[in-house]
């Protein structure tokens, strides 16, 4: 897990802008994965890759985009569309045997 | 698209007994199920793992199984220590390496 990095750690947002989650692996993992993590409500897939240039959506996706124009690189952007932002999102990336490698976390907060 | 349902959200036991948390999926593709221990405050880690050609593997104080037919698996702690104390989540890889997550069991572990 110390192959895949989250940035900030702490992220605030003003109420109708755009802001941009940073996640970065050194693993060679072909898979990556963004989850939302709230109070009682488990991880939540926001959206995921299998491959570079390529990815779908996930069960929570409204309100958020991605971009995999490199293989170690998967951000993560939570726009104004999404009406309630403040939570802890993880990134993961998977092995070719389907393991999880999560980063630090990143906690966003609407002020 | 996959759907994993977890029990109990809440388990209280006393140190040395035995905790069994319960999950369900939907998707009968589904092939890979990853249990994951997160600790106040880290990233969530694997602690094991079962593939769909397994019905059971076990790592010291540790077992999952799985009944392909009834989609569901679980997992087993023996002589628990309070140090098994966490939030403990299944998970469920099906089509297109999708992995979707229960909404974790808070495990307690009173000395």
């Known amino acids: 897990d110390g192959g895949i990095t989250q940035s900030p750690k702490y992220l605030f947002r003003k109420e109708g802008q755009n802001v941009t989650l940073s996640c970065e692996q050194n693993?060679?993992?072909?898979?990556m994965y963004w989850y939302r993590q709230d109070p009682g409500q488990g991880l939540r897939l926001i959206y995921y890759s299998q491959i570079v240039n390529d990815f779908q959506k996930g069960d929570i996706a409204e309100g958020y985009s991605v971009s995999r124009e490199k293989k170690e690189s998967f951000p993560l952007t939570v726009t104004s569309a999404q009406k309630n932002p403040t939570a802890f999102y993880l990134c993961a990336s998977c092995s070719d045997r389907g393991i999880a490698f999560f980063g630090q976390g990143t906690r966003l907060t609407v002020v | 698209g996959e759907n994993v349902e977890q029990h109990p959200s809440t388990l209280s036991v006393q140190e040395g007994d035995s905790a069994v948390i319960k999950c369900t999926y939907s998707d009968s593709a589904s092939n890979y199920f990853p249990w994951y221990k997160q600790e106040l405050g880290k990233r969530p880690q694997l602690i094991i793992d079962?593939?769909?050609?397994?019905g059971e593997k076990k790592d010291q104080r540790i077992a999952v199984t799985l009944n392909k037919t009834a989609k569901h698996f679980s997992l087993h702690i023996t002589e628990t220590q309070p140090e098994d104390s966490a939030v403990y989540f299944c998970a469920a890889r099906g089509g297109f390496q999708k992995l979707v997550f229960g909404t974790g069991t808070r495990l307690l572990v009173s000395p």
């Open positions: 693993l060679n993992h072909d898979a």
């Open positions: 079962i593939r769909s050609n397994v």
